[in-house]
């Protein structure tokens, strides 16, 4: 069973959401409606040992960047600013208190970067894992939120940045989570659809097709890829890329571009959405696409 | 080196808190003004197989309903209402799609008695342990809210419910959290603090006492034992008994106690708080009492 799978098995048996769930589970992060200033964005995601690292190659500060850094992608997704986060911590016999302090000057030193407090926290100790989870708080204009399911027929999809070989090159450790550029796209009024690339390019896209009712032509050879070495294999399927795909109407895609501020990150367009309920991802001779990405829930590619 | 000793440094380290910061970490929740009605309450906490539960023993059920049901005595002991919760889970490889789904049912039978909407998730695998973790919303008024930090010397400790023994009765996987009880203390109006007892009655109360720099003269013939077999020793520091500890001004107890409308739960005067700023549990004889509880960090009794 895959995560997908269960997260739609498991939000079916949800009760209705109450009147303050603008944005129900299921997208990068959910919004409510608590009577303040804007939506309250909300998020949690875990970095596990062994999984998401491996604990003899990776320094403890690169362990909490990584978890906030995850996290903070999934706010820059919806076009939110990051505000707090909660850290819970389960840590092994072999990791103790130097261990977890520099764990946290990992989570601290992103957190002061981005303007992230911290709120909150949990430690225990495990039997022999370490996993870390941290929720993020963050806030977005309620006309400014931006969903997976936006995306209409004729918008191009856009990408930032570059994809594949997240893990060989450390990207997945320090990468950089897209947040001022998600400020900036939602501010726009501009994109229709967003999310991060967390799972791979070719399953985060058809997962932006099925919550949107379309499918997509993707453009495979204008997909910018990480290093010169790199596959289209990998650029599709690697994972953990935690950039920006965003759907965005093709009349207005040629003045984005060209409005693009950032000089240090690519915006390119990759692909196009097209009127087709099945919700797959083509490619340009309309040849589908398998699906491959991280499955997080066994631990194996679905 | 213990859980608080930790995060006292780590909470030391933090930048300074923003406005939105009523309540800073270091309570049983956080306490947020986003500008709504009321503050927003937040806590994060974990169950741990081996460590909060024994695997072979304990229905997966059972291990939802204790994850949830910890969180909401931490709302609770702020007399909040708790509103909304994420869950991160990574289970191990014994521990499939079927076990997932009962962990979560556990969750959600608990979510929906309380009124509580389930708004985000992360699922992962881990390598060999269970950790799953939860984080509460809530909701106070900002001038019911209630601290460990509001004990004064005269005021009185009462105490809901009974004590010790939680293992072997089941109690800290089947407790009720004090959640009306907890809402009706706020709203008297009368309790200048409150806390939830989850690391043992003595480790907690002294919590109380150092957070408000006063001592306690202890009343130990009057704590509430949960068996007639029950001791002292384990009344004082077993743990996890999740009742509320509460100092009340001297001249109103005997109305508080009159006015106690739940039958089915004991409100209990145990001890009386004394102007001695070092923070120390002593017993009626003016000796002190050793402080001894479950130290979730290193997984031992300090």
Redo the contacts between chains.
């Keep these: 069973?895959t995560?997908d799978v269960?997260?739609a098995?498991?939000l079916g048996?949800?009760?209705a959401?109450?009147s303050?769930?603008i944005v129900?589970?299921g997208d990068d992060?959910?919004a409510?409606d608590?009577?303040?200033?804007g939506l309250?964005l909300?998020?949690?995601?875990?970095v596990?040992?062994?999984?998401?690292y491996l604990p003899e190659d990776t320094s403890p500060e690169a362990v909490g960047r990584k978890l906030l850094a995850r996290n903070l992608s999934d706010v820059a997704a919806m076009g939110g600013t990051p505000?707090?986060c909660?850290?819970?911590s389960?840590t092994s016999p072999g990791c103790?208190?130097d261990w977890?302090?520099r764990f946290?000057d990992g989570i601290?030193e992103m957190a002061?970067a981005h303007g992230v407090?911290?709120?909150?926290?949990?430690?225990?100790?495990?039997?022999?894992?370490n996993?870390a989870?941290l929720?993020i708080?963050g806030?977005v204009l309620r006309e400014r939120v931006l969903l997976r399911s936006g995306a209409r027929p004729g918008d191009v999809l856009l990408a930032t940045g570059t994809f594949g070989e997240s893990f060989v090159t450390e990207h997945h450790l320090f990468f950089e989570p897209r947040c001022r550029e998600g400020v900036w796209l939602a501010d726009s009024g501009i994109p229709t659809a967003m999310m991060d690339v967390s799972d791979g390019l070719l399953l985060d896209a058809s997962r932006v097709c099925k919550a949107s009712g379309v499918s997509l032509l993707l453009d495979c050879p204008s997909i910018p890829r990480r290093r010169a070495e790199t596959t289209l294999s990998q650029a599709l399927s690697d994972g953990e890329d935690y950039e920006l795909l965003l759907a965005v109407p093709s009349h207005a895609a040629a003045k984005l571009l060209a409005d693009w501020p950032f000089d240090d990150v690519l915006l390119t367009r990759i692909g196009r959405f097209v009127e087709r309920g099945d919700g797959l991802v083509l490619d340009e001779g309309g040849q589908v696409l398998p699906v491959e990405g991280y499955d997080?829930?066994?631990?194996t590619r679905p």
Tied chains: 1, 2.
């Design positions: 069973m995560e269960f997260l098995d498991l048996r949800l009760p959401a109450d303050s769930i129900p589970p992060c959910a409510l608590l009577g303040g200033e309250l909300l998020a949690v995601d875990q596990v040992g062994d999984k998401h505000t707090h909660l850290v819970a389960a103790g208190g977890l302090a946290f601290l002061n407090q911290m709120v909150g926290g949990d430690l225990a100790c495990a039997p022999s894992d996993v989870s929720t708080l806030r997080h829930l066994d631990g």
